[in-house]
């Protein structure tokens, strides 16, 4: 049980620094994501797309339980909360939709991802005493936060100064849907880099976090070194 613990918090840390990332981007990009990968008349759900982001990340928070009430042969209890998330969709959706169209129903599917991870959360607890979260973790929120100052403050200076790259991109390309794809590549990828600095600023890895880099590379077979001389102590390794 023990291993089985430090295992489900290690997983879910890891879970928790890549999602944050992935929340930053939408909640910063929401309506330039929208507009490249569609037509700027779907920019409209952008706040849909931001309240499912975030009922996504809470969900996946969550995932780890999940698991353990499978090892633990709980399946008839997920099937249960999956009837509950389901039903809570379903009446949810009536009421909202009509209300709040494109936004209800982000906000009723939102509300049920969240249910479903608190009901799993709750049943692994109860069956394994297994809590997931350690106070680590207020390293990865100190991170997200600098970065999100950092996106709000220097991005947009940043991408105007590569302003004229992107006009030049999208005239020789004789399309400015690629001189916009270009500016948001290229402010997610400094919100990457600046993330990435912030996590090694801030010693956010610990020890322990190596048994799920070397967990990964065994199942995967991917090669994850420059992972561990990224974020680890060369002792630890």
Do not use: W
């Amino acid at each position: 049980i023990e291993n089985l613990r430090a295992l489900t918090k290690n997983i879910t840390k890891l879970i928790l620094f890549t999602n944050l990332l992935i929340l930053l981007m939408i909640i910063l990009f929401s309506s330039r994501i929208i507009n490249v990968l569609f037509t700027k008349e779907y920019s409209i759900g952008g706040l849909a797309f931001i309240i499912l982001g975030i009922s996504y990340f809470i969900h996946y928070l969550m995932i780890c339980s999940s698991y353990m009430l499978i090892i633990l042969k709980k399946t008839k209890l997920l099937f249960l909360d999956m009837i509950i998330g389901s039903i809570a969709t379903v009446l949810l959706n009536y009421k909202l939709i009509p209300l709040y169209g494109v936004t209800g129903a982000a906000i009723s599917t939102g509300f049920s991802l969240v249910l479903i991870a608190m009901l799993y959360a709750f049943q692994s607890y109860y069956y394994l005493k297994i809590n997931p979260f350690k106070r680590m973790y207020l390293k990865a929120f100190l991170s997200i936060i600098t970065t999100f100052i950092f996106g709000i403050i220097f991005v947009p200076s940043i991408e105007r100064m590569f302003l004229p790259l992107s006009n030049f991109i999208g005239d020789l390309l004789r399309s400015g849907y690629y001189g916009r794809l270009f500016n948001l590549l290229l402010a997610m990828a400094i919100l990457v880099l600046f993330y990435i600095a912030m996590i090694i600023v801030t010693k956010s890895f610990e020890e322990e976090d190596l048994m799920v880099i070397k967990l990964i590379e065994e199942k995967t077979k991917f090669k994850l070194a420059f992972l561990t001389k990224l974020f680890f102590k060369s002792k630890d390794i």
